[in-house]
């Protein structure tokens, strides 16, 4: 069984900065790819960022030139750097993994959520 675990969420300025991370721990896993989503009262989750199965990055378009994606492929772990926060950020945002294990192949795996909130 794979876990995520994410933490990092909190309450900042408008303006502000915030760095999530995400880690991913099991046993006899790989992972095909990691990202970040978030979902805001009302709304449908939505991607923020995340690497794809080749490598490369995607990012919403909200987003783009203020958050960046990091990953430490040793760790099993994901970032997700957060500047120039805006209000509209703030939702709950979910690490999610898509996986291989020893058992089933390419199952998606969420994490609990952490709270993000851009007030002043």
């Known amino acids: 069984q794979v876990q995520l675990v994410e933490s990092g969420g909190g309450l900042v300025q408008p303006g502000g900065s915030l760095r999530l991370s995400c880690a991913a721990s099991?046993?006899?896993?790989?992972?095909?790819?990691m990202g970040w989503y978030r979902q805001a009262p009302g709304k449908q989750r939505e991607l923020v960022a995340a690497?794809?199965?080749?490598?490369?990055?995607t990012y919403a378009d909200s987003v783009k030139g203020r958050f960046t994606i990091s990953r430490d492929n040793a760790k099993n772990m994901v970032y997700l750097q957060m500047n120039s926060l805006k209000p509209e950020d703030t939702a709950v945002y979910y690490c999610?993994?898509?996986?291989?294990?020893?058992?089933?192949?390419?199952?998606?795996?969420w994490g609990q959520g952490t709270q993000v909130t851009v007030s002043s």
């Open positions: 999610n993994a898509n996986i291989n294990s020893r058992d089933v192949r390419g199952r998606d795996y």
């Open positions: 099991g046993s006899h896993f790989s992972i095909n790819t």
């Open positions: 690497f794809t199965s080749g490598g490369s990055v």
